[in-house]
Structures are given as structure tokens and as C-alpha cells.
């Protein structure tokens, strides 16, 4: 490589782009307000599977609504209220309702089971807990007990509970009887408590507490992987989302005339942040087709709410073309989109623009740390870049590609690793200023864990990854989060999990099983063991039960030889 003295300053893979808009320095219930007052008989938010229309005037009054009850059972700004559910209109109120009063939204997987969601409360000191009763076969408030056995005779605000201290009050609501009042253990509280609570708190109070919400106090904290390990609690700010938000709205030419089918789930950024938050700062309309990815619900969307963008990882669009009803839709309303989350072939590009009528379907990219949006296509950029790119940086964002080992930036068009630095980096991993100190470096860059080069023009592609997360449809899945559990099976000695290449999903799960001596297991065996602690797209697709691994001399396991030949039995001829 080129000493740093012998590349012209031009020539290093560095972009900053600026823009003629500044930097929005409200905080997320300011710029609601504003968008209230500006389209208040626009629809804000359509649920199909709730059969609820909410104009942005009579959502004002439901967010307000719930962030009087909030306050009047205690929560003030800085405390941490989880939400365990899937899309919903009651997920966007507790989204906007604690955004209002200054308190930390913890999102958390609707997919998840017990010994997860028992690491989310405890990682995030949550204090507060939103849940709905069961969905898709996970009973909620069955793995809540087996969690927390104490809630079976006692309500959480009574006295500390033993592995939880921070839980004081739980919510559980049902989505489709949003006034039922029915309990399942002492001391819960339903929706219906929401309103009989509100009134305690007045107006004046309540924007007293909004008057005193800072743009970078922390608003939101997200679970992502970092590079290995458990998954990590990345802390955002007002600053932080509202205007990777507003940036992604404005890259898309959205207005209150739009209106976004959301088939992602909320408790992602790409559901939080690019979807809610995006439409709520211009006054579009969220669509919410299902409350969980379902192709044919999502086609039936578009085409009865005349839906002009759809958002999706590619697994997404792939169901929605190959849907055997998809030729009886009219889709002809459809303009833009974001597809993200996982690698976005060119050939499923194309087909996007053409079928579906997204002619001006972007690419995105990020990552949770950064808000999450870094790179975004433009409309205006060639078909090629738009189908082998994943865009330049948005507006006041920095970009840089530096050696992996020298941390020095590197000449356009040399692979390395990719770092974001500006104002969508977050505040930092809640409580580790370690991990934090380790992801951001004393400049302020964020480096990303993923490989890639840049152009003279600020285009990136990515090219691969230097972690080991694996990235399936969309989801980030931390490989020592399944071995840790793989590993408790009594019948198994040591256990190596990693991502491999799937046409569908982008990646799959593999585990590399060695069992103990005189041992003998069935890949369902660890299936089903894996299923118990898991959410289901954790559970390894694949598993081998070998006598060895490859090794390094000084006794490191190593994975990226393990992939390689698991891909070669997988694939000989290849």
C-alpha cells in the first residue's frame, strides 16, 4: 500500500456531503406538532389488520393522550419503557407518546422468547414494559411468567422484583380489543387504565415536560450485534433519528401525498426510523398491511390504499413477485421504496422497477448504530449505480474507507473498511462505555465492520464483512448468542455457528455440532432444543456433526475455513 504521503489528498476514499438544507434542531414532538398543525385532516396511520384509520389530528390526541397516563403513573424523562409487540397502531403511540415526555423507547423483537427477553430488560434497566397477550404461536405473557415467577402473585410495584429491580409497571394490551380489561396477573395494568389514568396530568403539565427535552437526549435504545458477542444496546437521540429520517424523506421526494405500505417491523430501525418516524416528519400516511410479513397481505395493500412506496428486505420483494396472485393487483399507484437490510441483487432490481412499478425504488444502507441510514441510491443516478451501488452518504454525513489493520484512509476505489462520522453516530452502547470506546474511535468514527470500496464520486459498494454477524431476510443474528445455547445441550462438547450464502434469505444459519464421546444426536434434536430458547429465524438451517475443527496454531477455532468448506460440499461443482 502507498505511504499516506504518496496519495493526493483526492485521491483517499474520504466523501463529505453537504446540503443547501440544515440540520432540523427540533426534537421529535416539536417537528410533530409542526406536521399536525400543517396537515391535521391528513391520515397519518391506516391499520388493516386493526380495521383504524387515525387522521394526524386525532393521533395528536391519542399520543397526548398516553403521554399524560405515562407521566401520571410515575415515568419521567430518562426512565426506559420497552414495547414487545408487533406492528401495530399502539406500538406508533408508545413510539410518540415517550418521545413526548423525554422517555427511552426499548424495542424488542416480537419473536423473541424468555431468555431473551429476560437479557433486553435487564440490559436496558427497563422500567416499563409494553406487551400484547400472544401472537403466532408465542404466548407472551406464559414466557413473562417463566421469566418472572413473582408476577403470578404480586404486582411489580409493590416491591422490587428479585432478577428484574428496575420493572415497576407492565402494560398488556390486545391490539384487536384495545378496551379489554382483562389481566392476567396481579397488578398489570390494560389500556383501558390508560385512559382513566390521563386525566391525572394536565396539558400545561405535560408540554412542561416537553419544554424540557433537549434534541440529544437519548429517545431510543435499539439491540444490534456490534461485532460479536450479545446483543448490544445502541442509544439514539432526537438529533439522531428525526434527521436520518427527515434526510431519507426528503432523498425520496416524500409529502403528506404519499403514502407507505410498512410489511418491516417496527421494532427495527428500518420500521422505527425509515418508516414511521420518515412519514410522520412530512406528513405522510403509514400503511400497516400486516402484523407480520405476509406477501399477499402486503399486494392487498397497495393496491386498496393506492399506496405510492413500499419498503422491504429483498426476501420481501422476492414473495411479493412470486406470489401466484401477484398479476391480479394494480400496483400502477407504486413510485419509490427502500429496500435494505440485507444484499440487494441487481436482477431483483430490476424486476422491482418494471413489475411493481417502483421505477424510483432506492437501495439503502446502514446500520443501527448510525441511526441507521449512511447510504442512500438517488432516483436521478444511473440504472448502474443504482443496481450495484448502495449510493453516497446523506446530507451532512462523512464517509471514509480505512486499511483494517492500519486504521489509515486508503486510495478510491481500494477495498477496506467503511466508517461514518457525523450526526446520525449514535450516543453510544447503553452502560458500556467500553464497547463504546471500541466501536467509535477518538475522531468520531464509527467503523462499520463491513468491507467496501468507494468511487470518485462518493459511491460505495460493499463487498463483504469483517464481523461475524449474519445478516438473514433482513435480521441481524449474533452467532455466540446461538452457540451459548447450542453449547447448554448436554449431549454436545463444542459447537462453531456462522453464515452461509441463500438465495432467498441472503445468509443461513450453519452450526458445526462436535458431540461428546459416545454421544450420538439428530440435527432435529438440536433443532428443537434451539427452538425452546430462540426465536425462530436463530435456528440453524444447517447443522453437521463433525469430529474437528479447523484450527489456528494457537488453538483458535477458524470459521472462515469452516465456511469454505461447507460451501464446497454444498456446492462442488461451483
Known amino acids: 500500500m502507498q505511504s499516506q504521503l504518496q496519495i493526493p489528498v483526492r485521491a483517499k476514499s474520504y466523501f463529505h456531503r453537504g446540503s443547501l438544507d440544515p440540520l432540523l434542531g427540533d426534537t421529535i414532538p416539536a417537528r410533530f406538532a409542526d406536521v399536525v398543525t400543517r396537515f391535521p385532516e391528513c391520515e397519518a396511520v391506516v391499520s388493516l389488520p386493526q380495521q383504524r384509520r387515525l387522521s394526524y389530528a386525532a393521533l395528536k390526541v391519542a399520543v397526548d393522550e398516553l403521554a399524560r397516563a405515562l407521566l401520571a403513573m410515575g415515568f419521567l424523562p430518562g426512565d426506559r419503557v420497552g414495547i414487545w409487540a408487533p406492528n401495530n397502531i399502539e406500538w406508533m403511540l408508545v413510539q410518540m407518546a415517550t418521545a413526548r415526555i423525554g422517555v427511552v423507547l426499548v424495542n424488542i423483537n416480537p419473536a423473541y422468547r424468555s431468555r431473551e427477553l429476560g437479557y433486553a430488560l435487564q440490559r436496558s434497566e427497563v422500567q416499563g414494559l409494553f406487551m400484547i397477550p400472544r401472537f403466532r404461536g408465542n404466548d407472551y405473557v406464559g414466557s413473562l411468567l417463566e421469566l418472572i415467577p413473582e408476577l403470578k402473585d404480586e404486582a411489580p410495584s409493590e416491591r422490587k422484583l428479585s432478577d428484574f429491580p428496575y420493572l ?9 380489543k384495545p378496551e379489554s380489561a382483562t389481566r392476567p396477573f396481579p397488578g398489570c395494568h390494560t389500556w383501558r387504565d390508560i385512559h ?30 456490534g461485532t460479536t458477542g450479545s446483543p448490544k444496546a445502541v442509544v439514539l437521540t432526537h438529533h439522531n433519528i428525526l434527521n436520518n429520517a427527515r434526510f431519507a424523506a426528503s432523498e425520496m421526494r416524500f409529502t403528506e401525498l404519499d403514502r407507505l405500505a410498512v410489511p418491516v417491523p417496527f421494532y427495527h430501525c428500518f420500521g422505527m426510523v425509515l418508516s414511521n418516524l420518515l412519514c410522520l416528519s412530512v406528513g405522510a400516511c403509514v400503511v400497516i398491511p400486516c402484523e407480520h410479513f405476509d406477501a399477499l397481505q402486503v399486494l392487498q395493500a397497495i393496491a386498496a390504499e393506492g399506496c405510492t412506496a413500499v419498503h422491504g428486505v429483498p426476501t420481501m420483494f422476492i414473495a411479493e413477485l412470486e406470489h401466484p396472485q401477484f398479476r391480479e393487483f394494480d400496483l400502477s399507484t407504486l413510485r419509490t421504496g427502500i429496500m435494505a437490510g ?16 417502483c421505477h424510483e425504488i432506492l437501495i439503502g444502507y446502514g446500520q443501527t448504530e448510525a441511526s441507521p441510514l449512511t447510504h442512500l441510491t438517488s432516483r436521478d443516478d444511473s440504472l448502474e449505480r443504482r443496481i450495484n451501488t448502495v449510493g453516497k452518504n446523506l446530507p451532512h454525513q462523512e464517509v471514509k474507507i480505512m486499511d483494517p489493520e492500519s486504521r489509515r ?6 477495498v477496506g473498511e467503511v466508517c461514518f462520522r457525523g450526526y446520525h453516530i449514535m450516543k453510544g452502547y447503553y452502560r458500556d462505555s467500553k464497547a463504546t470506546q471500541e466501536a467509535v474511535d477518538e475522531n468520531g468514527w464509527l467503523a462499520s465492520g463491513d468491507l467496501g470500496s468507494m468511487d470518485r464520486d462518493g459511491y460505495v459498494r460493499i463487498t463483504g464483512r469483517r464481523k461475524e454477524m449474519i445478516i438473514r431476510g433482513g435480521e441481524n443474528i449474533y452467532p455466540r448468542e446461538i452457540e451459548d445455547v447450542i453449547f447448554s445441550h448436554p449431549k454436545v462438547m463444542e459447537v462453531a455457528v456462522f453464515g452461509v450464502p441463500d438465495d432467498l434469505y441472503g445468509e443461513q444459519v450453519m452450526a458445526w455440532v462436535q458431540l461428546q464421546p459416545d454421544q450420538t444426536a439428530e440435527e432435529q434434536e438440536i433443532q428443537d432444543f434451539c427452538r425452546e430458547h430462540l426465536a425462530h429465524f436463530k435456528i440453524p438451517r444447517y447443522i453437521w456433526f463433525v469430529s474437528e475443527f479447523p484450527m489456528t496454531v494457537t488453538g483458535k477455532l477458524q470459521k472462515f475455513r469452516m465456511r469454505e468448506i461447507a460451501l464446497q460440499k454444498m456446492n462442488p461443482k461451483a
Not at 441483487?345 to 430490476?350: D, F, G, I, R
Not at 422491482?352 to 412499478?357: D, L, P, R, S, T
Not at 484512509?409 to 481500494?414: E, K, L, R
Open 168 to 176: 415497576r409497571r407492565i402494560v398488556i394490551y390486545d391490539p384487536h
Open 342 to 357: 440485507a444484499p440487494c441483487p441487481s436482477a431483483l432490481m430490476k424486476r422491482v422497477m418494471e413489475h411493481m412499478h
Open 196 to 225: 382513566e389514568s390521563a386525566p391525572a396530568v394536565t396539558m400545561d403539565e405535560l408540554d412542561a415536560v416537553t419544554a424540557s427535552i433537549d434534541v440529544d437526549d437519548p429517545v431510543n435504545i435499539q439491540y444490534t450485534s
Open 409 to 414: 484512509t486508503i486510495a478510491v476505489g481500494t
